[in-house]
């Protein structure tokens, strides 16, 4: 496991031309407020263990169900930090052995066991089809995109780690988006006001598609050449 989630390479993670000539980057601490200002308004009511405040709705009848939402919190959580820090450029050129070992969190402490709880949540949950069916989506999407990274990295297939570990980051900032889609859908005149609806579509998918979305359009107009990638090791 020695090489497991080592520092990638900067001349794999960055953009084309990003050697040559680097432009500000506005959009990351852009993500960083919107991550603090979100964790400070919304997990104090899960670390307060009421019920009552959960944004997510509880399914009373099951008595493992508000802990394990409390738990996806706190891990969906660390996966925001940490996604801020492994999208922090300065810091992977810099700081690789930080940058190594946020990725391990991440990975093991934040978004593999938040989609896991998700997708035990979601059925559990007073959801609507929609959104149960969007909730556990979200969450094999975020398990798969994590793995399938965490084994090219393992492989040393550095382009394809980028790719997908992009990916689960799109899935693990989702719930940015998911809150501003419900918001959006339920102010625009002209529409029915549904919050079932709302929250099943925007919040439960609309958010973390979008993010896909952008992800794949940010890939295919920097994309990175195969043959940067390390020939895989020949130990463990």
């Known amino acids: 496991m020695s090489h497991l ?17 680097r432009r500000p980057n506005v959009w990351l601490p852009l993500l960083v407020l919107l991550v603090a200002a979100f964790l400070l308004v919304s997990l104090p009511r899960y670390l307060s263990l009421d019920p009552a405040q959960s944004l997510v709705p509880v399914n009373e009848g099951a008595p493992l169900h508000y802990p394990m939402v409390v738990a996806h919190v706190l891990f969906g959580s660390v996966a925001l930090v ?16 930080v940058h ?6 991440y990975v093991f402490g934040g978004i593999l066991p938040s989609a896991l709880l998700a997708v035990v949540i979601a059925p559990l949950g007073p959801l609507n089809l929609l959104g149960a069916l969007g909730a556990t989506t979200w969450g094999l999407v975020a ?38 889609m419900f918001l959006l859908l339920m102010s625009v005149p002209g529409i029915p006001h549904d919050p079932g609806l709302a929250g099943a579509v925007g919040g439960f998918w609309a ?30």
């Not at 190594?100 to 969190?105: C, F, L, T």
């Not at 979008?210 to 990175?224: D, F, M, S, T, Y």
């Open 5 to 21: 989630l080592e520092p990638v390479p900067p001349s794999v993670m960055q953009p084309d031309g990003a050697g040559t000539r």
């Open 143 to 180: 398990l798969v995109t994590t793995v399938v990274g965490l084994v090219a990295a393992r492989r040393r297939r550095l382009a394809e780690h980028r790719r997908f570990m992009l990916y689960s980051f799109a899935t693990a900032i989702a719930i940015l988006t998911n809150r501003a």
């Open 82 to 97: 940490t996604a801020c820090l492994q999208l922090w450029p300065s810091l992977r050129r810099t700081r690789p052995a």
């Open 100 to 105: 190594r070992w946020s990725g391990r969190v």
């Open 207 to 236: 958010g973390w598609l979008i993010n896909l979305g952008v992800a794949h359009w940010w890939l295919h107009r920097h994309p990175v050449p195969r043959p940067q990638d390390a020939p895989r090791a020949g130990h463990a």
